[in-house]
């Protein structure tokens, strides 16, 4: 078997063998540019090195050695050579790239005689001993895992020794001293000498290379981005070329086109008389690629077209690294480059345009999760490096906020109402803090995990939230929160990256995203392909005509019970709760109608003749009443009642479970004034719309069903309120009734569901909590630790389990269709926005997903890659 491949032999389509550098290596050398000779040890042979006790056999190291013979020939340099020696980089290469994890060994080859070779070929013996001892340190830290601190310990003692400030300054004679030592720390620490045979280096650098698949941060890495453990990674062995030779030579990182912008311009720096290292390391400040055309028109112009040629080579923008030696260009390396969301989108549209790729491909190229960068203002990267990052909490809701800080809803809307901006920072929010929330820049919370309600709302609003920030210990009693030992105070400014969960002191300052005209073209072709609807999830007329705005087809999920919280209809709400007998329970029901009914005509306006579900009222009762002393006397005396009333009420109200409580249809079964109270609204606005010219479709939707007869009882409640407010108008509205699928009973008895409802929709929040028995908002705790000990990928709250949970929701829509087959079905659980559980509703021919407007073009992208 074959284990090793010059670069000749290779091609692109050869990553899995050959990992992605050593594929391009090969294509680009086939492609005739100047690329420095050499060969790779394939991701197999690292494979089967750990099948072998980590041993590299005998076999392979013949390979090797057969190779660098061939290696010497084609350069006319030999390994250890006084005259003229060869010198070899090697390198990892997985077969995706996994930035800055694994080991990399530059000038390998040097020994006692080379380096003077080294000394005589480049007429720079300053240079020869600088390559010599940054060589022995790599060697010793990546292949013998010797401290790196005890190199720069001796470094450090010359330097100072000689009154040199920087490492250049060092002369020949003080790095030979260096080197020398450094050979000396070799021996204490290895007990033997510093390895002089080429070959030895070869060999233990290659298995040091293979060994670093294995590090703990590569492992780590691997685990974030899903790659798989058994991939393995090649070993590129190539010689080396220097950009440090004099002036005539140099080294440089380019990009096809401008990786933040998307410009069609070449954008890159380079450094004459410098190594690769120089131009990270920022010791000197490199200089724009374009002056390069003015300093070696020759070499630009060579630069220029194999940039080019790459680019409609692999179809898409290049990210290159360049060598020049002595007025000659070589290429190390090229690969699709990094770039931001916009860039993304420009690049794809650009290169649709100039015919290098479908549409199809280019939709296949902008990841959805990286879009929603697009619709928020951000913070402006070059502020955030002079901001304090106080913390890190979960990237709940994404956005840039800065505000002053306040720990209380009402605090912070009357810090609002004096024009100050606010970030509220709690525990975690509950219902009661919808309003401090709509007028909060952004919200922090220490508690709860991706489906909180702090997380679920903000994203809802659009507005940015971190949550979860652990490290972050709010006192809300006291008004202040601690991170370490800093305190923060009530008015004190932060700032909050919801796309980052990173918390800095003060304001940063942010900037605008720009939505391109590209932005809109490249929209209109995902709406081409995509099959699956997107509807949005809003209670507000704001927040629907945002979605209208970012392209949804309608409401999926309007939460009425956020409703209920606002100003002034909270009392008569309450009054509702408290209410001993239906007679007075109607009273305070009539006294909320009108407000639902404003509600839903403001709701329908918007909407403008898009479909609008409203889900009927949701959480259990008690959520509506207040429960510290301060508040329940205020009710009190709003209602004009004696304490005790409420105080019995809360007792009565009580639950051990309320999740699994008096919520949802058990509700309105106890309850149908309240359902016949909300859709009575809904037809009421209904009608007051059609007959203004607005077209109306409403879907009345009641949550958390778990059976036939059930559903059917408050059903026909609900139709028998609606059938008395069209003969009351003497007008009828086309609407349609369904429900909820969110308990695993549901999903079991979707057959005899589905004859009695024209629509389900999953809940997939209370489906997960349900058929896992974990908590929503609990739960994030443990999860992480399942994640972080590989037992989950991901949390199923924000990506749907689709062994467990999709395999009810396969079989719940199969059952249902098969039952009624006008049956319309979706999902509008938080699930409902995330690209890989779209790709499993496409797949199970759903008709539509809901999230959160600020989610919708995130959905509609990504319904359109689970087309192609
Ligand atoms: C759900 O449970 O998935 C859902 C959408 O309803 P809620 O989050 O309001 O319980
Ligand atoms: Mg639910």
């Known amino acids: 078997k074959k284990y090793v491949y ?168 003080e790095l030979k001293e260096i080197v020398e030592k450094y050979k000396k720390v070799y021996k204490r620490e290895m007990n033997e000498d510093f390895p002089q045979d080429p070959i030895t280096q070869l060999k233990l650098a290659t298995k040091a290379v293979f060994k670093s698949w294995n590090n703990q941060r590569a492992k780590i890495y691997r685990k974030l981005n899903n790659i798989d453990d058994k991939l393995g990674t ?130 296949m190229r902008v990841s959805p999760d990286s879009i929603s960068q697009l619709l928020h203002p951000n913070f402006d990267p070059e502020d955030i490096k002079k901001s304090t990052l106080i913390s890190k909490g979960l ?35 509950s219902p009661e803090d919808i309003e401090g929330m709509i007028i909060a820049e952004g919200i922090l919370t220490s508690r709860g995990g991706m489906t909180s309600h702090a997380a679920v709302v903000a994203r809802g609003m659009g507005k940015c939230c971190v949550a979860g920030a652990s490290e972050v210990k709010v006192d809300e009693e006291n008004e202040v929160m601690r991170v370490d030992s800093r305190e923060y105070h009530t008015g004190d400014i932060i700032s909050i990256d919801g796309s980052t969960g990173e918390i800095f002191e003060g304001e940063v300052k942010k900037i605008n995203p720009t939505l391109s005209g590209n932005f809109e073209i490249f929209m209109k072709w995902v709406d081409e392909i995509k099959r699956l609807k997107i509807k949005a999830n809003a209670d507000t007329p704001q927040d629907a005509t945002q979605a209208i705005e970012f392209g949804a087809d309608g409401i999926g999920l309007c939460r009425t019970e956020h409703m209920f919280f606002k100003e002034n209809r909270i009392i008569a709400v309450r009054e509702m709760i408290i209410a001993k ?14 407000f639902q009914r404003d509600d839903f005509y403001k709701m329908f306006k918007a909407l403008n003749g898009h479909s609008f579900t409203i889900r009927l009222l949701d959480p259990p009762l008690h959520e509506f009443i207040p429960h510290n002393e301060e508040d329940i006397k205020k009710l009190a005396e709003e209602l004009n009642i004696d304490k005790k009333v409420i105080h019995d009420t809360i007792i009565e109200l009580a639950e051990v479970n309320p999740m699994l409580g008096h919520r949802g249809l058990r509700l309105a079964v106890t309850y149908p004034e309240i359902y016949r109270m909300q859709v009575r609204a809904i037809m009421e606005a209904a009608i007051k719309c059609k007959k203004e010219g607005i077209s109306v479709h409403p879907e009345i939707m009641i949550p958390l069903s778990i059976d036939r007869d059930e559903l059917n009882f408050v059903k026909k409640e609900i139709m028998e309120e609606i059938n008395m407010v069209f003969e009351e108008n003497s007008e009828k509205i086309d609407y349609k009734v369904g429900t909820m699928i969110e308990t695993p009973r ?13 629509f389900f929709s999953y809940g997939t929040n209370d489906l997960t909590q349900m058929t896992y ?42 059952n249902g269709r098969a039952s009624n087959p006008n049956i319309q079905i979706g999902v509008c659980g938080e699930t409902g926005g995330d690209p890989q559980s779209i790709k499993f509703y496409n797949e199970i021919n759903l008709d539509y997903v809901s999230c959160s407007p600020y989610r919708v073009p995130i959905a509609r992208l990504a319904a359109a890659q689970a087309e192609i």
Not at 589 to 594: A, E, S
Request: hydrophobic letters at 35%; one cysteine or more; a negative charge.
């Open 581 to 594: 007998n239906i007679i007075d329970r109607k009273k305070a029901l009539d006294k909320i109608i009108p």
């Open 746 to 758: 549901a999903t079991i008895l979707a057959g005899e569901i589905a004859k009695v409802a024209d």
């Open 395 to 429: 990237a709940a809701s994404p956005g840039a906020a800065s505000g002053k800080i306040y720990f209380t809803s009402e605090k912070a809307k009357l810090a609002a109402q004096n024009g100050e901006k606010v970030v509220i920072v709690r525990q975690e929010t």
């Open 234 to 363: 090649a070993v590129n062995i190539q010689s080396m070329v220097f950009g440090n030779m004099g002036e005539n030579s140099g080294t440089g990182v380019a990009f096809s086109r401008n990786p933040a912008t998307g410009d069609s311009n070449v954008f890159g720096e380079y450094l004459m008389n410098a190594q690769g290292e120089d131009v990270v390391a920022g010791i000197r400040t490199p200089k724009e690629i374009h002056t390069l055309k003015e300093q070696m028109p020759e070499v630009y112009k060579e630069f220029e077209d194999t940039i080019k040629r790459l680019e409609s080579h692999y179809k898409d923008m290049q990210d290159l690294e360049f060598t020049i030696e002595e007025g000659k260009l070589f290429i190390l390396q090229t690969r699709n480059g990094k770039r931001t969301s916009s860039a993304a989108i420009n690049i794809a549209v650009d290169l649709v345009n100039e015919g290098l790729i479908s549409k199809e491909e280019a939709i």
């Open 773 to 814: 028995g974990f908590s929503r908002d609990d739960s994030g705790k443990f999860i992480n630790e399942y994640i972080r000990k590989g037992i989950f990928e991901k949390s199923p709250f924000e990506t749907l389990d689709i062994k467990g949970i999709g395999y009810l929701i396969k079989m719940c829509t199969e």
């Open 6 to 173: 010059s670069f000749k032999e290779g091609n692109k389509d050869m990553r899995s063998l050959l990992g992605g550098k050593g594929a391009n290596l090969a294509e680009m050398t086939n492609l005739n540019l100047n690329v420095p000779n050499g060969f790779t040890v394939t991701t197999e042979a690292c494979n089967r090195f750990y099948e072998e006790n980590e041993e590299i056999w005998q076999d392979l190291e013949n390979e090797i050695i057969s190779h660098l013979h061939e290696l010497e020939s084609s350069t006319g340099k030999q390994f250890g050579s006084t005259e003229n020696p060869l010198l070899v980089s090697v390198r990892s290469g997985a077969v995706q790239s996994m930035p800055g994890m694994m080991d990399t060994i530059l000038n390998l080859g040097l020994n006692d005689k080379s380096v003077i070779g080294l000394a005589n070929k480049s007429s720079n013996e300053r240079f020869a001993y600088d390559s010599y001892r940054r060589f022995i340190q790599m060697f010793s830290d990546v292949a013998m895992e010797i401290p790196k601190a005890y190199f720069d310990s001796v470094l450090d003692s010359v330097k100072e020794e000689n009154n040199r400030d920087k490492d250049t300054e060092l002369t020949a004679d």
